[in-house]
């Protein structure tokens, strides 16, 4: 199994910036995909960013483009989300999650083919 444990939320005016870091522990070689995705109270689970762990291809929903950034530290896998430039519409609890990649192309941001997930950590951009 893999656990992750996301950090790094907060309460910004928009315009403001925070960083989540998603700190992955247990049999994290068993995954080569990490995501971000996001949830707003009455909405569906948004797939916002995802990285490929082994070359460090990234994907960005077209909300997020341009405005956050997905990294991974190589030394202890964690993945960031660096967002800059934050929106009231990016108020919402952010998920960490990981998968197997068994295709080529980019990482999935579809939820459905991620099998772990962190317990999130909320994000409110007041405008």
């Known amino acids: 199994r893999v656990q992750l444990v996301e950090s790094g939320g907060g309460s910004v005016q928009a315009g403001g910036s925070l960083r989540l870091s998603c700190a992955p522990s247990g049999n994290i070689a068993s995954t080569n995909c990490m995501g971000w995705f996001r949830q707003a109270p009455g909405k569906e689970r948004e797939g916002v960013a995802s990285?490929?762990?082994?070359?460090?291809?990234?994907y960005y929903a077209d909300s997020v483009k341009g405005r956050f950034t997905i990294s991974q530290d190589s030394a202890d896998h964690t993945v960031y989300l660096q967002m800059n430039s934050l929106k009231p519409e990016d108020t919402a609890m952010y998920y960490c999650?990981?998968?197997?990649?068994?295709?080529?192309?980019?990482?999935?941001?579809?939820?459905?083919?991620?099998?772990?997930w962190g317990q999130g950590t909320q994000v409110t951009v007041s405008s």
């Open positions: 990285i490929y762990t082994r070359d460090g291809i990234t």
């Open positions: 999650a990981a998968y197997a990649r068994t295709t080529v192309g980019y990482c999935s941001t579809y939820a459905s083919v991620f099998d772990y």
